[in-house]
């Protein structure tokens, strides 16, 4: 069974620029959630989707937004990066039954 | 801002000893709690969930939760080497599948 997969893992682009990290949740989850961890912190929250709607979303500016597919899996974009985007990034998936799996992230970094 | 708060370490432990690793929170709301451990450059993987008043215990771990104290924490207890990360504690007003809020961590040293 595999567990939430996150790609790509690492990554690197210049200010100004936009990216896209990917999610796909474990077999069987139906929420997805993603996390920016910056060095030396805990994960911050950033959205959680579910039935393809942003559900629920933390402190962070519109240059920060996502989408979930039909099958579950999700994305998060982030345009017009700044050195503070420069982060692990995590996606946690998880169902009403069982709690968060986290993936193993993706570090970006912002030069 | 609701927060949970933990002290950043790092607690340094012989091996052989009980761990001990604290967490308070201030969001009344709060139902579940997690830790977490997360080794350098890794993902951070679940030790235990509470959600009632009270001891739970897991193997060598054991979570405490006292809700009119607002405080968690988790006990580790034969402490080895391979425990050696950061411990994260995270609170939940919406049980398993609401937005997390972390505590900055506690980073764990057991010495041989």
């Known amino acids: 069974d595999a567990g939430v997969t996150q790609s790509p893992t690492h990554l690197i682009k210049t200010r100004g620029q936009q990216v896209t990290l990917r999610c796909s949740p474990k077999?069987?989850?139906?929420?997805v959630s993603w996390y920016q961890q910056a060095l030396g912190q805990g994960p911050q929250f950033i959205f959680q989707?579910?039935?393809?709607?942003?559900?629920q979303r933390g402190n962070f500016p519109d240059r920060f937004s996502g989408h979930q597919f039909p099958n579950y899996s999700s994305e998060l974009n982030v345009n017009a990066l700044l050195l503070g985007d420069s982060a692990l990034y995590l996606c946690?998936?998880?169902?009403?039954?069982?709690?968060?799996?986290f993936g193993s992230g993706t570090r970006l970094t912002v030069v | 801002q609701k927060e949970v708060e933990q002290n950043s370490g790092p607690l340094s432990v012989p091996e052989g000893a009980i761990a001990s690793l604290n967490c308070t929170y201030s969001?009344?709301?709060?139902?579940?709690f997690f830790w977490y451990r997360q080794y350098s450059g890794k993902s951070p993987e679940l030790i235990m969930s509470?959600?009632?008043?009270g001891d739970k215990e897991d193997g060598r771990f054991t979570a405490q939760l006292n809700k009119a104290s607002q405080y968690v924490s988790l006990l580790i207890r034969d402490s080895q080497p391979s425990d050696s990360a950061t411990y994260l504690c995270?609170?939940?007003?919406?049980?398993?599948?609401?937005?997390?809020?972390f505590g900055q961590g506690t980073t764990l040293q057991v010495k041989p």
């Open positions: 946690a998936s998880s169902t009403f039954a069982y709690g968060y799996t």
């Open positions: 077999s069987g989850h139906d929420t």
């Open positions: 989707y579910y039935e393809e709607e942003e559900r």
């Open positions: 969001d009344r709301g709060s139902q579940s």
């Open positions: 509470i959600y009632s008043n």
């Open positions: 995270a609170s939940s007003t919406q049980g398993n599948t609401g937005k997390l809020i």
